[in-house]
């Protein structure tokens, strides 16, 4: 028989023990060839040069994430596939075959997955192009002309990326065979089996990996300003060591501890589970640690998503809260602008403001394009009461004032700095700071200073006054109406007008859509590696469950021992993953700026839970299918 034929027939008879991870490998594969699609289609051209460029260099980086997820899913499932099937194909030696022949059969077998996982993704992604441009477009809530159009540069650039990662890990694969021993290879499955240790072993694996949890959970939810960024690289870091030394350390430290517990021990067939539980601790809890650190990749990408899209959509509300600003020539005439609005628009509500600019001599200002605008604060609350703006501001006193900011995506001010200002020879102190957009789009312009009345009447004599008349339409659609009528007043100077509809942050939206795949790709492969570990461990336990069925032990308990088993192996990793969560997302919402993100925290956790119970009880129906039990 030629080793092709052998390699298919194997293939063949065990294709329901790769199809866990054919489907992850082919999902993955369905999604980066997509993204790479989305990039080369010119789909994006639609949005503008500007904007396609931003969203084409996001999804370029996503698609390195993918990649680099891509090596080690392809790493990790090749290693247990190697480990399980080494002990099978070692009885090839006594056939009379050589390593090297052994390994080119294995290199044939899991090159046959690779194929058909490439297929399937590519034949997928193909057919589900234009529905995942779709998707990602009516979530980002943009309106462009879909076509048909999957290139072929995509599917090359996807299938090079894929066979050059599967390949790799092919020939490491093939190397460890023709120079393993035929001994090694029998007893394979048996190599990686737990080693008693210490408990004072365990003990210091706990104590670190605790202290590194809390210590990354600190720093990443710390207000560090500037060192914010660094903070949040340092602490994921140590989240990831912490999440292994935890697994490592006080997961088999509590389970020899319970296990020496005979009242506990010798109760609810756990002397059956948890001894099982213990003796393969050394080489399972790194693959707890993986699927942990793989979900909380996956909540903290769809919250990181959710946090860019809050935080677009208030910019995007703040910069239209005035459909008109029209700067005027005196103080005054905002009913003469009214009325010539009111010939073609309905007004929802307007306001009149004077903005004293002040000239960098007399302040301490270092930019020039970006002077000191004083503002009253009398002015500002009564822009509130017309507008209904929220207004809680205490009035600062003659040595202070209030900053009046805009809001940014990201934000890496520190608010524990006090910020002092100068202004003719005079020391003034921020005692607060307010995005509330009481000046809409123009607040993004200048450093605005609100202050006393009394101040204000001494400061704005030493610049320029500017008038400023801001109006919201009924129908900010029809801005283009009244333009030429405001146009026609003495009194006109400029205008800033807001279309509702412009797209200029478009690429945000397409990143909130495209956090929602990259969330289903990790928790699709933290859920698919927990299955794999179960599939390959439900053969390694074959026998011994057969031994316990023939000395009487009835099918029932052993059918609890397994389901306790598997609860144990699901909810070890999702509980560490739960609490590790809310930091994850509070870092984010704190980066952000954004509200509370609690919400989505929720959400994401209980779609993992769903998924990981389906996975459970898939899990349990194949481990007794195939103890026969």
């Known amino acids: 028989m030629s080793m092709l034929k052998l390699a298919f027939q194997n293939f063949k008879s065990s294709f329901k023990s790769y199809l866990s991870l054919i489907i992850s490998l082919s999902f993955t594969i369905l999604i980066l060839s997509n993204f790479m699609n989305l990039v080369s289609s010119g789909i994006l051209n639609q949005l503008g040069e500007s904007q396609a460029s931003n969203i084409e260099v996001f999804i370029q980086i996503l698609s390195f994430v993918v990649s680099c997820f891509m090596v080690f899913f392809v790493w990790y499932s090749t290693n247990v596939f190697l480990t399980k099937r080494k002990k099978e194909i070692g009885t090839y030696v006594f056939m009379g075959l050589s390593n090297q022949k052994i ?192 979900m909380l990749c996956s909540v903290t990408a769809l919250g990181f998503g959710f946090a860019m899209k809050n935080r677009n959509d208030n910019i995007s509300h703040f910069e239209n809260t005035y459909t008109y600003q029209v700067l005027g020539s005196q103080k005054g005439i905002r009913d003469e602008f009214t009325s010539l609005i009111k010939k073609e628009n309905e007004i929802k509500y307007s306001s009149e403001v004077e903005v004293a600019v002040l000239p960098n001599e007399v302040t301490d200002n270092e930019y020039e394009n970006t002077p000191y605008a004083i503002l009253s604060y009398s002015q500002i609350k009564q822009i509130a009461k017309d507008t209904g703006l929220e207004f809680e501001l205490s009035e600062p006193k003659d040595d202070e004032y209030i900053k009046l900011g805009h809001l940014y995506l990201m934000s890496l001010t520190n608010d524990s700095i006090v910020n002092t200002s100068e202004i003719n020879n005079k020391v003034y102190t921020e005692i607060e700071e307010s995005s509330v957009p009481y000046l809409g789009y123009l607040q993004e312009d200048m450093e605005y200073m609100i202050v006393n009345d009394t101040v204000f009447d001494e400061l704005h004599e030493l610049g320029q006054s500017m008038y400023l008349y801001n109006y919201k339409l009924a129908q900010p659609k029809h801005f283009e109406l009244s333009v030429d009528d405001i146009q026609t007043s003495p009194h006109y100077l400029g205008l800033v007008k807001i279309d509702p509809e412009r797209n200029e942050n478009a690429w945000i939206n397409i990143m909130f859509s495209v956090s929602f795949f990259v969330f289903m790709v990790f928790v699709l492969a933290s859920g698919s590696i927990l299955f794999m570990k179960i599939y390959n ?93």
């Open 103 to 294: 390994g080119k059969l294995y290199m044939i077998e899991t090159s046959l997955i690779g194929l058909v996982s490439l297929v399937i993704g590519i034949g997928f992604g193909v057919l589900t192009s234009q529905l995942f441009t779709m998707i990602i477009m009516r979530l980002s809530d943009i309106a462009i002309q879909i076509e048909f159009n999957f290139t072929l540069s995509s599917i090359l650039i996807t299938c090079l990326i894929f066979t050059v990662i599967y390949l790799i890990f092919v020939i490491k694969g093939y190397v460890n065979i023709v120079r393993s021993s035929v001994l090694e290879m029998v007893s394979a499955n048996r190599q990686n089996e737990y080693v008693k240790q210490n408990n004072v072993v365990f003990i210091l694996k706990s104590i670190l990996g605790i202290v590194l949890l809390g210590v990354g959970f600190y720093l990443a939810t710390k207000d560090a300003g500037l060192e914010v960024v660094g903070n949040i690289l340092i602490a994921t870091v140590m989240v990831i060591v912490g999440i292994y030394m935890l697994f490592g350390g006080l997961v088999p430290f509590v389970f020899q501890t319970l296990a020496k517990n005979k009242k506990f021990l010798y109760k609810k067939e756990r002397n059956l589970w948890i001894n099982n539980m213990i003796f393969r601790m050394k080489k399972n809890y790194r693959t707890y640690a993986i699927v942990c650190v793989l």
């Open 537 to 629: 461990d439900a053969f390694e336990e074959k026998e011994r469950y057969q031994v316990l069925s023939k000395i009487g032990i009835d099918r029932k308990v052993l059918n609890k021992a397994i389901a306790n088993e598997l609860k144990v192996a699901y909810l070890l990793p999702l509980i560490v993953m739960t609490i590790s969560s809310y930091f994850s997302i509070q870092a984010i919402a704190n980066l952000m700026q954004s509200k509370s993100l609690l919400q989505v925290n929720i959400v994401s956790i209980l779609i993992i839970y769903g998924f990981f119970i389906i996975c459970y009880f898939l899990s349990k129906a194949m481990y007794r299918k195939n103890l026969n039990i």
